[in-house]
């Protein structure tokens, strides 16, 4: 999904363009301000010109060129992954990292909202010994290992990145053909809870909007959409997308899904998991 945003003004003009301006109306909000807001006479200083009440953004929204079909998206809504409950599944999140590499070689990336929640995971599936050539990201990598981290992934290598979301490997980066084929995200990505989020929670608050969705729930779920951008990055490109965490199958997240999202299935367990990509790939019949 493409969108494209205008601001016309006398003089002037912004023009910006992301696959991850969505939904629309929460980034027109973020990056042009309210008209409300703007247009206040009492919030209006005298040093700061205010907008036209009829100047609004614009914005067009362009469908995906990429064929559906080469795009397969689950939810499994079968694990929680907040940070009370997480460590009760540690081992399921394994299950389904091993079940969706296993079911076609080539390369695939886990990401997820921390470095501690990734080791205790990649712990577990290092000496399940289910997953072969494992390659993690650490903290404050130089540029040399970047590179040499990303140089694995190879047409003919089949290799399963472990990173956190919203990292150096969480966005743009591109792994075309068969150097990606799939992406497992672990978690809605909310930031951790400091000051600096909770200041733009009690802002957003303070003007009677959601705080909560403002300050982590959008910018938790961008780092989501992000990860998921990894894998199609042209036209002939396939893979599969596993978001893991039950807070997907609720409405206020299914609200933000863009329309390449859809359809999608939402499964429980691994067995599910492994019918439906074993279909995906075209091994139905095969053992």
Not at 19 to 30: D, H, S
Not at 89 to 110: D, H, K, L, P
Not at 261 to 277: A, G, S, V, Y
């Amino acid at each position: 999904m493409f969108l494209l945003l205008l601001w016309p003004r006398p003089c002037a003009c912004r023009i910006l363009f992301s696959a991850t301006f969505f939904p629309t109306a929460y980034y027109q909000a973020i990056l042009f301000g309210s008209n409300e807001s703007s247009n206040d006479p009492s919030k209006n200083t005298g040093a700061e010109k205010t907008e036209p009440k009829n100047i609004i953004p614009y914005s067009i929204v362009l469908p995906s060129p990429f064929p559906r079909k080469n795009f397969k998206l689950l939810v499994h809504a079968g694990i929680q992954t907040t940070y009370k409950a997480r460590q009760n599944f540690f081992g399921q999140v394994a299950e389904v990292i091993a079940q969706t590499v296993s079911s076609r070689q080539g390369n695939y990336m886990v990401y997820f909202p921390s470095y501690a929640y990734m080791n205790h995971v990649v712990e577990i599936v290092e000496q399940e010994g289910r997953v072969e050539n494992i390659q993690v990201q650490v903290p404050q990598m130089s540029e040399p290992e970047r590179e040499e981290f990303l140089n694995q992934f190879t047409r003919e290598s089949r290799v399963t990145g472990f990173a956190v979301m919203g990292g150096i490997f969480g966005e743009g980066i591109d792994l075309e053909g068969d150097r990606l084929i799939g992406v497992v995200v672990v978690g809605v990505g909310l930031p951790q809870i400091c000051p600096e989020q909770d200041q733009i929670r009690a802002y957003y608050g303070a003007r009677n909007e959601d705080g909560f969705f403002n300050a982590y729930q959008m910018p938790g779920f961008n780092r989501v959409m992000q990860a998921t951008g990894r894998l199609i990055r042209t036209e002939t490109d396939k893979g599969v997308v596993v978001l893991i965490d039950e807070r997907f199958r609720r409405k206020d997240y299914r609200d933000l899904f863009p329309d390449e999202w859809h359809p999608h299935e939402t499964i429980f367990n691994c067995q599910k998991l492994k019918k439906i990509l074993r279909s995906f790939w075209g091994q139905e019949n095969k053992t």
